[in-house]
C-alpha cells in the first residue's frame, strides 16, 4: 500500500533548517466511510512513476489519483488494540483477532 505524501525542506525565518511531511487525503470509500469521512490517497502501482515525477506542473494530471481507493480492492479486519500504543511495533499487531478490545486494520489487494 502506497499513500500519496508530500515532503519539503525549509529555512525558518530563524534559519533552522525544517523538514516536514504530509500524507494526502481523500473522501473515504464504502469500506472507510464507516469509521471516518477520510482515508489516504492511496496511489496504484501504474501511478507511481506519475505521482512521482518532480517536473510535473499540471495539477490536472495529478487530480485523477486523489479518488478514492476502490472499497472492492481493499480488505478489512479486527486487530488487537495493542496497535493503539506506539511502543509496541510487531509484526503480530496485524493479525485477525475477534475479541472485545479491537481495532481494524486495512490492506489494499493490487489489481
Known amino acids: 500500500m502506497v499513500f500519496a505524501g508530500l515532503w519539503e525542506t525549509w529555512k525558518s525565518a530563524e534559519s533552522t533548517v ?12 464504502r469500506l472507510v ?11 496504484s502501482p501504474d501511478e507511481y512513476r ?7 506542473t499540471d495539477p490536472t494530471g495529478l487530480k485523477k489519483m ?3 481507493y476502490p472499497a472492492d480492492m481493499m480488505e478489512m479486519w479486527q486487530v488487537s488494540s495493542m496497535v493503539n500504543n506506539v511502543k ?5 499487531l496485524i493479525v485477525p483477532v475477534k475479541d472485545a478490545t479491537t481495532s481494524l486494520t486495512f490492506e489494499t489487494n493490487p489489481a
Open 18 to 29: 525544517i523538514e516536514s511531511c504530509t500524507i494526502l487525503t481523500t473522501v473515504s470509500n
Open 33 to 43: 466511510a464507516p469509521l471516518h469521512d477520510r482515508m489516504p490517497v492511496i496511489l
Open 50 to 56: 506519475t505521482w512521482l515525477e518532480r517536473t510535473t
Open 66 to 68: 486523489f479518488q478514492p
Open 88 to 92: 509496541n511495533d510487531s509484526a503480530d
